[in-house]
């Protein structure tokens, strides 16, 4: 036992330290514990200790007292407008990443004072020691691993910083590094920082940072499908389609270049050969078709198969760029990014409530555009063919709606839609801009908000309407006259035209015609 006590105690002090060799726990803790030093030696030592050491602890206390002191506010990269404004578009960052990963790339706190004139040195000395390693020599020769290194600490020192421009630079010299010595991945990484701080920058014009943010996700993208990872390359493509909105009103409509590259990003996930809505695609033209019209063919159908994205809630990228067209009223292309989201669950081969509820979706958006035949024949021959759907509560709201809009009942179809109705878990559980667009559905026609009116406001002064003249009174005599003339006026008339009854001849000659 006492053999067996001795063993533990070594391999403790082996792990976790301690005095060599001990024999009990209460040896090992007296080896291990500190001796009090007596008040004689501690003074010996001040007296002893190099100017050095004190420099080092005066350093130490300063940046202990600057640790201390409050924050300032930390800059986050959550993306143009993410906290001012919400009509405004954010950055693609803020639509498409999750919030941890926003938190993981915002600052804890920035430095200031002599820590911050400390750290800026540090960050020029990597700067300095990066474009030393990219310098050729007789005798040397470029080093873009070393650069790469040194530019990505130098990034990170002026980030601790709070100098968003000066770390997006040293993040892209880090990235053109990286990407000219195959490391993709870091490459990629450096890119889509970049590109990050791209939209949060305030130094930058709104046109500028647009164009910023597009070309750096596209370079990421490009980075992603060099190194095989054809879900990530998706996204960044996608978040490169809609930094060219950023800025913009929430609820105007994209010009063509960026409706353009939202559905090439779309297809990019999906293959038009598998999506049942391509056909609502608006611009350009299939990457797997031969022409505009062409429909596609066996060989299309198995390339599409071969590049489908099947990497985790890759489905929720489609889906929240279906949100983002919804609220700009592309319900063509909202439904098209839908019909993808929808095709890629139905891949996974299993039923789920995402699918569901993209089920669901469809249906709302049809029957917003006016096309309650498309959406009842897709309930029919698609939605109603999945067994588990049969049971759900997205099903019966589907059906309720599709059967007022036929039968073209408005009181049914308030009934359906109802936030005290039957289907009020199953409208709970949509997005909340299908949510609106489900109270926006007409039993005829496209889906229209309803203008509201604009109260007038206390301050605003009152309309002038410039009121016209009213006609002078007429007399009793004027008015007869007047009277008198009109019919006269109207007997003359009739006399040209020949339905005057002032001859008595013409009745006699009527009666004189013989008609034997």
Known sequence: MAHYKKDAASNRDALFGGGSGGGGGSSSRRATAPRAARPQQQQQQQQQRPS????????????AAMTSRPQPPSTSSLGYGASSDPSITPGPSSIFNSSARTARNAPIGLLTGQAKISKMAEAEDYRLKAKKAMTRGIFSK???ISAANFYKRAADAYKQCGENRLERLHRIASGDCQLGQDAY???????????????????????????????LHLDAANAWSQMGERGRAAESTMKAAFGLIMGEDCKQQMNDKALKSVEEAIESFLGDPLN???????????????????????????LAKQNI??????????????????????YESA????????????????????????????????????????????????????????????????????????????????????????HRAALANLDPSLRELVGEIRVSGRAKKEKKEVAPTKNAAPAVVAKKPSPPKKSAEEVMKDT???????????????LNDDDDNDDDSDDDIDLT
């Open 335 to 422: 439904l098209y990014a839908h019909g993808a989201g929808t095709a890629a669950l139905e891949h996974e081969g299993y039923a789920t409530v995402s699918l569901s509820r993209a089920y669901v979706s469809e249906a709302i958006l049809l029957l917003a555009m006016g096309d309650a035949v498309a959406a009842s024949a897709d309930f029919q021959k698609v939605h109603l063919q999945r067994t588990a759907y049969l049971s759900s509560r997205e099903c019966a709201l589907e059906e309720d709606l599709i059967r007022a809009c036929d039968a073209m009942d408005g009181e049914a179809l308030e009934e359906a839609r109802a936030r005290t109705g039957p």
């Open 484 to 498: 008198d003339d009109g019919f006269a006026e109207m007997d003359d008339i009739m006399n040209q035209m020949g």
């Open 142 to 144: 470029p080093d873009p």
């Open 185 to 215: 991945a870091t490459a990629a990484a450096e890119y889509t920082r970049a590109a990050e701080l791209a939209e949060s920058t305030e130094d930058e014009t709104l046109p500028r940072k647009r164009q910023e943010c597009h070309k």
């Open 309 to 330: 994205i099947t990497d985790s809630y890759a489905h929720e990228t489609l889906f929240k760029a279906g949100t983002e067209l919804i609220k700009r009223r592309h």
């Open 276 to 302: 049942r809505k391509r056909n609502y695609r608006r611009t350009g033209v299939s990457a797997y078709a031969a022409g505009p019209s062409s429909e596609p063919t066996q060989q299309s159908l198995e």
């Open 52 to 63: 050095g050491a004190s420099s080092s602890s005066s350093r130490t206390s300063a940046a």
